[in-house]
Antibody
């Protein structure tokens, strides 16, 4: 069974840092794109960051310069290093993975179909 | 950035009725990289539809997606009790990836 399990959430003071992890089991992440999506209390889904199978990374403007996405393919684990946290970063953080297929001269992307259960981050003094 | 707008914000229906949810994009979604997710309270999002109209594995055929370009629709033919939830559209064709604000389908 393909599964993602997030960890690393918790309570952190404003200005602090936290590193989230997302461990994959039942599949390898090297041919997937992996993303972090967050959901503030009572709000909708907000995309945070993505790392593509080729290693390219992108961020939402709200976290650019403060968050860093990375992966360890050998450990099948995705990370999100979060620095300079503020109350606005309080949310449940989900990781998701989507399939990438290689065609002759391009890639085909599929929507994220495997999601973790989420890890809660609370930024408060 | 592709901004997604969903309507209505809330849809009040009875079990057995048909539901139609709309998602409009501020610019064309490349290769129809538009997905629909269902989220129940306290749960992670669940993929229903990808590529605008393809059902994900294990999704009942009462769920169907249609559309292209900037206009997309999710239809639920006969609402079951477990279908009352929040539905999000999501474009994954260009960065930044974006989600719509969601449509809550509630019991009338």
């Amino acid at each position: 069974e393909m599964q993602l399990v997030e960890s690393g959430g918790g309570l952190v003071q404003p200005g602090g840092s936290l590193r989230l992890s997302c461990a994959a089991s039942g599949f390898t992440i090297n041919n997937k794109y992996m993303s972090w999506v967050r959901q503030a209390p009572g709000k909708g889904l907000e995309w945070v960051s993505v790392i593509y199978s080729g290693g390219g990374t992108y961020y939402a403007d709200s976290v650019k310069g403060r968050f860093t996405i990375s992966r360890d393919i050998s450990k099948s684990t995705l990370y999100l290093q979060m620095n300079s946290l503020s109350a606005g970063d309080t949310a449940v953080y989900y990781c998701g993975s989507g399939v990438v297929e290689s065609a002759s001269h391009y890639y085909i992307y599929y929507a994220m179909d495997v999601w973790g259960q989420g890890t809660s981050v609370t930024v408060s003094s | 950035e592709i901004v997604l707008t969903q309507s209505p914000g809330t849809l009040s229906l009875s079990p057995g009725e048909r539901g139609t949810l709309s998602c409009r994009a501020s610019q064309s979604v490349g290769a129809s990289y538009l997905a629909w997710y269902q989220q129940r309270p306290g749960q992670a999002p669940r993929l229903l539809i990808y590529g605008a109209s393809s059902r994900a594995t294990g999704i009942p055929d009462r769920f169907s997606g249609s559309g292209s370009g900037t206009e997309f629709t999710l239809s639920i033919s006969r609402l079951e009790p477990e279908d009352f939830a929040v539905y999000y559209c999501h474009q994954y064709g260009s960065t930044p990836l974006t989600f719509g604000p969601g449509t809550k389908v509630e019991i009338k």
